[in-house]
């Protein structure tokens, strides 16, 4: 592609060299002042140097960190305990955050707009005490289960919805349906609140933007056209593609904001027709495009899909699919972009997300299996049409536009707490004679009684959650929210299907498989001998060597062996068991394989476990071996193993692999590791996750991170920074490369 000048002498090029250089400088600033980052690199700038307050608080994905806060916005409560709950007090308060929110124009951008604040982190009280949940929690750490209970977005907005409308229009439909539905005034006040802090904010920055042209001769005319852009935006629709990019980076912005929310979708067909008319008019070039789509990229780091089918099947990959990909890969920052793969796909967009990756080695793009996910959705009993209306919208996971609350993500069901807690109960009672049979008695016991303890905590979540701590951003692109007068997490949506993910399946299935290959077929350790050994983590001389043989007894991924025979026995069985029943209220539930970045938190209190394990290391990530699966660490073997395991219903279980940094971007190597994706979707894959990383520059960066400020890794559904990552997270991240590169 011929890169054209831009404004002035200053090139496109040199333009995104200036926002990658801001880009990496505001980042430094954050791993020095926020420190461990375990999670997606968003693209929050700090407030203010005089503004600033640090302070530990709960993520939106369930995940404590150091978070800077702003002392100039202090929520005002609702309730005696501290804390704000419900619609109207929510609204008011992120009103109130949007209007003391400091303006942030960089001129080398086409867009306005940065966020420096994370709303939930001046939530002080992150659950009404009035609400009491207290015994249902106690119920789900028994089996170390993460709960619904609390759990905000992990849905996607209708952002087609939005775009249409406007802020005005937006607000104009808030204010119809509220005069009609009188018993919801707190939530349309809440809407209201938000998309009028919305405009002052819009409105702040075109007047800053005018100020600044002044100032900045070489970027006048880039800055006039932001004012006049966000001028026009404070109200009105987008007219123009790059009016679209600046009312999606709002929105995206907000959502971020608000609750971490990054999901966005299918950009290339959100854009599209904006794309097509200013090419048309011959006001928008190629060049143009991708420059827009990078100042929106630098700013969000949201999830983004692109390529598949259009609701009636028919392959929807055009060319501004491509255009984003090239974004991305000028960029070479962490980004959340999934390239489709299927039987009817545009084989060329495969092609060239493929180069990338291995150009770029940033662990982007990911591959989306999107057959597998379509079939999986319709086997619960929904339309393929409906099936193909969901898209990729975050880590693992996919969701219907602005008619779906599914929270896929959020529950975690670990299979190595029910082990314990079934191997434990085995053990203590005397009348039963132990087994490997008995063990998965247990097992498959246990697995139910957690589910239970599941499906009353979604009911729980669907019945309280708009009371604390309502989906307001989300519910302002959901047609249906505003139409009813109800939250997303409340009714006010077409479809529940809820997501649980089984987490541990490695742990579990090598557990099961040491105890039949080496106590029950061996019998080279007696059932009490085990025990002891578990309790004692192993420890004494004899206590190691028992360990060192277990551990290296039958391996999941290994091919055609024991573990992976309990792989497949357990993911079926988890699969049942989510499947067979409803939650209480009527929900239905659908599992998947994940477990995001909380295989370190999740096996902190779980003891010792027969595969080797020690007391309180991680448990294993995903659907993935544990890392040493075999010797060669093939690829092939991976993608083959997880493609065994998965559940089949929609839900994804990503494989993650690490490849050799031997391969370069030549037509081999670039066909070697599409056939690789092709071969695991072929299978039944759902999701592909890969890193190309050299094993001495990892290690070297995991010495001294400050080295590498430029090292990006796929931690799992998401890229990131190495030198964000904690020591624990880089450690794990490290295992896995040395053990499957």
């Known amino acids: 592609m011929t890169e054209i000048a831009a404004v002035g002498q200053i090139s496109y090029a040199d333009r995104l060299a200036a926002l990658h250089e801001s880009k990496q400088r505001q980042t430094f600033e954050k791993q020095q002042l926020r420190g461990a980052m375990d999670f997606d690199d968003h693209a929050i700038i700090l407030p203010p140097q005089e503004t600033r307050e640090t302070m530990l608080v709960l993520g939106g994905s369930g995940v404590n960190f150091t978070d800077v806060v702003m002392n100039t916005f202090k929520p005002v409560p609702n309730h005696p305990s501290g804390g704000f709950f419900g619609p109207r007090s929510t609204g008011e308060n992120f009103r109130r955050l949007l209007e003391v929110h400091p303006v942030y124009i960089d001129p080398m951008s086409s867009l306005a707009g940065a966020y420096m604040a994370n709303f939930m982190s001046y939530r002080k009280v992150a659950w009404n005490p009035d609400i009491d949940c207290a015994d249902l929690l106690k119920e789900h750490q028994k089996y170390q289960t993460v709960p619904a209970i609390g759990g905000v977005q992990h849905m996607c907005q209708d952002m087609e919805f939005g775009l ?66 966000n001028e026009h935006l404070v109200s009105n629709p987008p007219r123009t593609f790059r009016e679209a990019c600046q009312w999606s980076l709002w929105y995206q912005s907000a959502a971020r904001m608000y609750n971490s929310s990054g999901s966005l979708g299918r950009l290339d067909m959100i854009l599209l027709p904006y794309y ?23 700013r969000d780091t949201a999830y983004i899909q692109l390529g598949g089918p259009d609701l009636q099947g028919k392959e929807a990959t055009n060319r501004l699919s491509f255009l984003i ?43 989306l299996g999107v057959d597998n996910t379509i079939e999986g959705f319709a086997a619960n009993g929904f339309p393929m049409e409906l099936a193909r209306e969901r898209v990729y919208a975050g880590c693992h996971w996919l969701a219907i536009p602005g008619r779906e609350y599914s929270l896929m993500d959020i529950v975690k069901v670990n299979f190595a707490a029910i082990f314990e807690v079934a191997f434990r109960d085995m053990m203590s009672n005397r009348a039963v004679e132990p087994s490997v049979a008995e063990l998965w008695r247990h097992f498959r016991k246990h697995l139910r009684l957690a589910m239970d303890t599941v499906a009353k905590g979604y009911d729980f979540q669907y019945e309280h959650m708009h009371e604390v701590f309502p989906e307001l951003i989300l519910d302002l692109l959901c047609p249906t929210t505003i139409e009813r ?71 999941f991924g290994s091919g055609g062996s024991l573990a992976d025979e309990w ?33 370190l938190s999740m096996g902190r209190n779980i003891g ?57 971007h030549t037509n081999e190597d670039v066909e070697k590791v599409s056939a690789l994706i092709r071969g695991h979707f072929e299978l039944g894959g759902t999701q592909v996750n890969i890193n190309v990383m050299n094993k001495e520059q990892i290690l070297e960066a995991h010495k001294d991170p400050r080295k590498f400020p430029d090292l990006i890794v796929r931690v799992t559904g998401f890229s990131a920074y190495f030198a964000s990552l904690s020591p624990q997270m880089r450690q794990f991240v490290v295992n896995r490369i040395l053990c499957e590169a």
């Open 164 to 229: 249409k409308l406007g802020w005005g229009g937006v607000l104009e439909k808030i204010q119809h349906y509220r005069a009609m539905n009188k018993d919801s005034e707190d939530f349309y006040a809440g809407l209201e609140h938000i998309v009028l802090g919305m405009q002052n904010w819009i409105r702040r920055h075109a007047e800053a933007a005018r100020s600044m042209a002044a100032e900045h001769p070489t970027m006048e005319q880039n800055l006039l056209e932001i004012a006049a852009i």
């Open 276 to 298: 097509e008319a200013d090419t048309k008019a011959g006001i928008l070039t190629d060049e143009e495009a991708i420059f827009h789509i990078a100042c929106h990229l630098v």
């Open 325 to 367: 990909l090239e974004a991305a890969h000028r960029l070479r920052i962490p980004a959340n972009v999934g390239v489709c793969v299927g039987k009817n796909t545009d084989p060329r967009l495969l092609r060239r997300a493929v180069e990338i990756l291995l150009e770029d080695r940033c662990g982007v793009p990911k591959f």
């Open 485 to 555: 007068g109800l939250d997303a997490s409340n009714g006010g949506v077409e479809f529940y299907p809820f997501g649980v993910d089984g987490a541990a399946l490695a742990t579990a299935a090598d557990s099961f498989a040491a105890v039949e290959e080496r106590v029950e077929k061996q019998h080279r350790l007696t059932w009490q001998q085990l025990l002891a050994h578990l309790d004692a983590n192993w420890s004494s001389p004899e206590g190691e060597r028992a360990r060192l043989m277990m551990k290296n007894s039958s391996r």
């Open 567 to 599: 792989a497949v026995k357990i993911a079926r069985a988890f699969s049942e068991t989510v499947k067979e029943k409803t939650t209480p209220k009527g929900f239905r539930m659908i599992p998947g394989l994940f477990s995001w970045v909380l295989n």
């Open 608 to 664: 010792a476990t027969p595969n080797g394990r020690r007391a309180g290391d991680a448990i294993s990530h995903g659907a993935n071996p544990d890392p040493g699966f075999r010797k060669d660490g093939a690829p092939t073997a991976l993608a083959v193993a997880v493609a065994a395991v998965q559940p089949g219903y929609g839900n994804t279980s990503p494989v993650q692999i690490d490849l050799d940094p031997g391969l370069s």
